[in-house]
């Protein structure tokens, strides 16, 4: 179990040099973020690609029957695909307008206090009282990050901070859609089905909006950092998520995972010179202590809940 809690932490970790990652991407070059996420996922693709054949591979040679790809499988994975690319472009949006502390923060933390919340009403169940107080938490502490932030830009950077929490939303629809319309699909082949849909569903954003032309402010290093995102967060990052996800209990890993925004937030301000504040930590300490409860009452429900 401990192997499988250190890759779950090095999972979070590798996720949160994403946002450090294109906060340089947006101030190097005219790259748009729109244009970075869908990169992010053609990158990823062809290693996720690989990964869903050895799974097949693996599924084939073994007695349980593999899950057919027919219609009722295919349109959960499309609808998950959906939310992931308005969760890619929305999340480095975000990071683009403000910084990549207080965008992933918002982001990730809002989610899970909002899955328990939206449970409510999509399914019919009532939040308790500690959900519900978990709630008026993240809310406290996303407003604390607000106000940090005012201080140390000088101004309300509104843009970002509805850009975040737009992520946050678009994150918790894509956690309770995946939890309840739950076909049994591998892994692996989830993940490609969903990446393949949210880059289909960028690329004509992408042309739309010119954002291929912010490619020509690149130099080699530029390319580096892109192919960095598409490979290490993204393929290296899930690879250790879900081979920890093997041998560690659903509340750990629900606690583990929320290490991922407070490293963001330590690399920030290590590396981009972002700071929080006394303010802003406080808040960012309540959003952090809002997201364990939250993840812990949703872990443990019985399967078929929120």
Same mark, same amino acid.
């Given at each position: 179990?401990?192997?499988?809690?250190?890759?779950?932490?090095?999972?979070?970790?590798?996720?949160?040099?994403?946002?450090?990652? %294109?906060?340089? !991407?947006?101030? /190097?070059?005219? #790259?748009? $973020? *729109?244009?970075? @996420? =869908?990169?992010?996922?053609?990158?990823? +693709?062809?290693?996720?690609?690989?990964?869903?054949?050895?799974?097949?591979?693996?599924?084939?040679?073994?007695?349980?029957?593999?899950?057919?790809?027919?219609?009722?499988?295919?349109?959960?994975?499309?609808?998950?695909?959906?939310?992931?690319?308005?969760?890619?472009?929305?999340?480095?949006?975000?990071?683009?307008?403000?910084?990549?502390?207080?965008?992933?923060?918002?982001?990730?933390?809002?989610?899970?206090?909002?899955?328990?919340?939206?449970?409510?009403?999509?399914?019919?169940?009532?939040?308790?009282?500690?959900?519900?107080?978990?709630?008026?938490?993240?809310?406290?502490?996303?407003?604390?990050?607000?106000?940090?932030?005012?201080?140390? %830009?000088?101004? !309300?950077?509104? /843009?970002?901070? #509805?850009? $975040? *929490?737009?992520? @946050? =939303?678009?994150?918790?629809?894509?956690? +309770?859609?995946?939890?309840?319309?739950?076909?049994?699909?591998?892994?692996?082949?989830?993940?490609?089905?969903?990446?393949?849909?949210?880059?289909?569903?960028?690329?004509?954003?992408?042309?739309?909006?010119?954002?291929?032309?912010?490619?020509?402010?690149?130099?080699?290093?530029?390319?580096?950092?892109?192919?960095?995102?598409?490979?290490?967060?993204?393929?290296?990052?899930?690879?250790?998520?879900?081979?920890?996800?093997?041998?560690?209990?659903?509340?750990?890993?629900?606690?583990?995972?929320?290490?991922?925004?407070?490293?963001?937030?330590?690399?920030?301000?290590?590396?981009?010179?972002?700071?929080?504040?006394?303010?802003?930590?406080?808040? %960012?300490?309540? !959003?952090?202590?809002?997201?364990?409860?939250?993840?812990?009452?949703? @872990?443990?429900?019985?399967?078929?809940?929120?």
């Amino acid at each position: 179990m401990i192997r499988g809690a250190l890759l779950i932490a090095l999972a979070a970790l590798l996720w949160a040099t994403t946002g450090i990652v %294109a906060k340089f !991407l947006f101030t /190097g070059t005219e #790259l748009q $973020a *729109v244009t970075l @996420a =869908f990169l992010r996922l053609a990158v990823a +693709l062809p290693f996720f690609f690989v990964l869903m054949r050895r799974e097949q591979r693996a599924s084939s040679r073994s007695a349980t029957p593999a899950v057919k790809l027919n219609r009722k499988v295919l349109i959960p994975l499309l609808a998950l695909g959906c939310f992931q690319a308005v969760y890619q472009g929305s999340y480095l949006l975000a990071v683009d307008m403000t910084g990549a502390g207080i965008a992933t923060l918002i982001a990730l933390c809002l989610a899970p206090v909002l899955v328990a919340i939206l449970a409510a009403p999509l399914l019919g169940e009532k939040p308790g009282l500690v959900t519900v107080l978990a709630l008026v938490a993240a809310i406290a502490g996303t407003a604390m990050l607000v106000i940090s932030d005012m201080d140390s %830009a000088g101004k !309300l950077r509104l /843009g970002g901070i #509805l850009m $975040a *929490v737009l992520a @946050a =939303f678009v994150y918790a629809g894509f956690t +309770l859609t995946s939890r309840h319309t739950s076909t049994g699909t591998p892994v692996f082949t989830t993940a490609f089905i969903c990446f393949f849909t949210a880059a289909l569903i960028l690329l004509p954003a992408v042309a739309i909006s010119t954002g291929f032309e912010g490619l020509r402010s690149f130099e080699f290093r530029h390319w580096l950092m892109v192919v960095y995102i598409g490979v290490v967060p993204t393929c290296l990052g899930y690879l250790s998520f879900f081979t920890g996800m093997k041998t560690t209990p659903a509340t750990l890993s629900s606690i583990i995972v929320t290490l991922e925004p407070l490293f963001v937030a330590l690399l920030a301000w290590m590396i981009l010179g972002e700071e929080l504040g006394v303010i802003g930590m406080a808040g %960012a300490l309540i !959003l952090t202590a809002a997201v364990i409860v939250a993840s812990q009452s949703s @872990a443990g429900k019985k399967p078929g809940t929120a």
